[in-house]
């Protein structure tokens, strides 16, 4: 009979931890997986920016686009996180970032060679174009100021300008979660 009564005991002790309820006084946290923003880095790019970071893996998109009739430039980047350390008042992160860079622009100049006299054509109209990849890793903070919003800084190594050269990076974002 006592075999029996310790079995039961044992058997109905784990069980009513699973069907317990949790006190009207405990607070559920509430994790936002979405963001919205602005971002500026070298390695992260510029621009708007959103992030989606459902667990302890994530990502981060910038994007900014400018054209008018002299220029184009075009800033994207996509920066993979992975969460360390998680709180109600900061976060620590570890963090991989792309950008492509993208600037072309019309530019005018004197051809000294073909001795153009008349000033309507005596600059020859050109373009310019620049475009590099930087790639860098290094760790971030996220300070939450308030319930949803989030300020990061972000520091680390990069490789410039197409893998040319390295350097230290650092990077910054504002966002709003939702």
Not at 145 to 169: H, P, Q
């Amino acid at each position: 009979m006592k075999k029996l009564y310790l079995m039961a005991v044992y058997a109905i002790l784990p069980a009513s931890f699973l069907f317990a309820q949790a006190s009207s006084d405990t607070v559920v946290s509430v994790k936002y997986t979405n963001a919205i923003g602005a971002g500026a880095g070298f390695t992260t790019g510029y621009g708007l920016s959103y992030r989606y970071i459902p667990g302890r893996i994530g990502f981060q998109a910038n994007f900014a686009p400018y054209h008018d009739k002299q220029s184009d430039t075009y800033s994207a980047g996509v920066t993979f996180i992975y969460t360390l350390i998680e709180s109600k008042t900061a976060n620590l992160f570890l963090y991989e970032g792309n950008h492509y860079y993208y600037d072309s622009q019309m530019v005018y100049y004197t051809d000294s060679t073909k001795n153009i006299q008349t000033t309507d054509t005596s600059h020859i109209t050109g373009r310019m174009t620049e475009s590099y990849v930087n790639n860098g890793v290094g760790f971030g903070m996220e300070f939450i100021i308030v319930k949803r919003i989030g300020f990061n800084l972000m520091a680390g190594y990069a490789f410039y300008d197409n893998f040319r050269s390295i350097n230290f990076t650092g990077e910054t974002g504002l966002y709003y979660k939702f």
